[in-house]
């Protein structure tokens, strides 16, 4: 497992791209568009956490251009319902064109659920993994023995993506299955104080351990590394993975707690200000599983053209971390036969 390779020049733009005036930049100048000519007649796109804010307006995003079937996936059914009858609202669908299917990733009993009624679609074309916990405290998952951060951006979801990466191959379709894992800005600034334990997962699940917000960032930062390294495992003729950057956005509910306090209200006025809507930065995964090649395959996108990963992934540091990142992983999930999962993906022309 190598660190990416890259040259001065780009490694010099990933730096560039990280600085405070890049993003106040990009926040207030620069303006995501939506795909043209894109027509996702008779496509299945399943998008986690799309009852509300980026999610939820990336799905009526597929919808506008097309889509032919939507999974809604998401931990409360009741939410998933409304958004539902919203996205239904003005158009000419089928009843059965927007479905609403529970998924709880602080659970692995409910991912394998998931993945395994995922199966029973008649095909699988877009899978937007957007779902996603901002903690502001630290909480551990009774049921794994993880902190909850941990458990729902990086353990489940990376289990999601594998068990959903059979289905794309048995389709047997002429043009591969798109994912997009979402990203985040915030992976530019991250702290990652964990990064040389060795166990790394103990040490991410100790509650002195866990700090706001660098555990949302190095949530993300360690789904970047995992992404980069299965791309080079899975063919970009099975899916396309890419990890589309919204920006910061408002309205998105990420990071909110249900007892209102002064450092909420502060963050809030500050998204407020330096924000886009939830509508704009979900243009930018909407491009992410829509546009692009298969040059974009384990990529980072940033206002939809593909830009440097965070400089961290291009260090002997992340070759390191990603090798024990991947080694714990595979352990932990080898309930799932991930590995052999991964091996048999890898039996096809790329």
Known sequence: MAAPVLDSRLKLASEKRI????????????????????DLKGKTAIVTGSNTGIGLECARQLLDLGLGKLIIAVRDERKGQAARTQLLSGRRLENSAIEVWKLDLASYDSVVAFAERSKSLEHLDIVVLNAAVMK?????VESTGHEETLQVNVLSTILLTILLLPIFKAQKSSEPGRIAWVQSDITSWVKFKEKDSTPLFPALDKPENFNFPDRYSTSKLLGMLFVTELARLVPSSVAIITMPCPGLCYGTGLGSVHQKN????????????????????????TDGVVNHSSKAHGQYIEDCPIQPLVPFVYTAEADRVTKVLWEETMAELSFAHVQRILSDLGNVDS
């Open 19 to 38: 600085t405070f005036g890049a993003f106040l930049y990009r926040q207030f100048f620069v303006t995501p568009t939506l795909p043209r000519d894109v």
């Open 136 to 140: 502001v405290e630290h909480r551990m």
């Open 262 to 285: 002064i450092g909420e209200v502060i963050g809030k006025i500050v998204k407020r200000i330096f924000g886009r809507t939830s509508s704009i930065g979900a243009r930018v995964i």
